[in-house]
């Protein structure tokens, strides 16, 4: 079946750090891969995806690159800001699950000024 | 404003204590789902609806019923909780495709004495 994998957090950085948090996947055929993010107290919202080999998603300074030959998306931002402080999930959408949604365990980000 | 709405966002109950949380979407969202959040284990879909009167087991049904008269409105159903169903609930919506983004809502944190 489907899975995703993320690092472990929790990640604590300090203001204008560099975040890399991982995230890999396995998944029949080409899923759709996305990052959702969680701020406290509240629902999860769609931060970018990507739906082929190659495509990068960006928003709010946030990047991360499909790369079909490591099965990874890997989620990086130049300098991070206390208000990034979040949990961070890795999630992926496949064809042949309908449009279910199979995420990662999630990464708590604390960035602290 | 577009959003999914969930009741209630709090409810401490008694195990076999038959309880409704209900879900509602104003965005005419064909797909519609229901997921636990647990710690370290990210987020796990109950039941998914594709349309009107189509709803499926997702990765964690056991203990859960769902229904879908209306396109808008989504219950999830627990006819006789238990505590290991304590967690926190998400309901979430999107255009039927599989790579659209799916809009959650704020959760609903259950727990089962």
């Known amino acids: 079946g489907n899975s995703v994998t993320q690092m472990e957090g929790p990640v604590t950085l300090s203001e204008e750090a560099f975040l890399t948090i991982n995230c890999t996947y396995t998944?029949?055929?080409?899923?759709?891969l996305f990052w959702y993010v969680q701020y406290p107290g509240e629902g999860l919202q769609l931060l970018l995806k990507a739906t082929k080999a190659d495509d990068k998603g960006s928003n709010k300074g946030f990047e991360a690159t499909y790369r079909k030959e490591t099965t990874s998306f890997h989620l990086e931002k130049g300098s991070v800001q206390v208000s990034d402080s979040a949990v961070y999930f890795c999630a992926l959408s496949a064809y042949n699950a309908g449009n279910m949604l199979t995420f990662g365990g999630g990464t708590r980000l604390m960035v602290k000024p | 404003e577009a959003q999914v709405t969930q009741n209630p966002r709090y409810l401490i109950t008694v195990t076999g204590k038959k309880l409704t949380v209900t879900c509602s979407q104003n965005?005419?969202?064909?797909?519609m789902s229901w997921y636990r959040q647990d710690p370290g284990l990210g987020l796990r879909q109950i039941y998914y609806?594709?349309?009107?009167?189509?709803?499926d087991k997702g990765d964690v049904p056991e203990g859960y019923k769902v229904s879908r008269k209306e396109k808008r409105n989504f219950p999830l159903i627990l006819e006789s909780p238990s505590p290991n169903q304590t967690s926190l609930y998400f309901c979430?919506?999107?255009?039927?495709?599989?790579?659209?983004?799916?809009?959650f809502g704020p959760g609903t944190r259950l727990t089962v004495l």
């Open positions: 979430a919506s999107s255009l039927a495709s599989g790579n659209n983004e799916q809009f």
């Open positions: 609806s594709m349309n009107v009167e189509v709803t």
């Open positions: 998944a029949t055929g080409y899923p759709s």
């Open positions: 965005m005419n969202h064909e797909y």
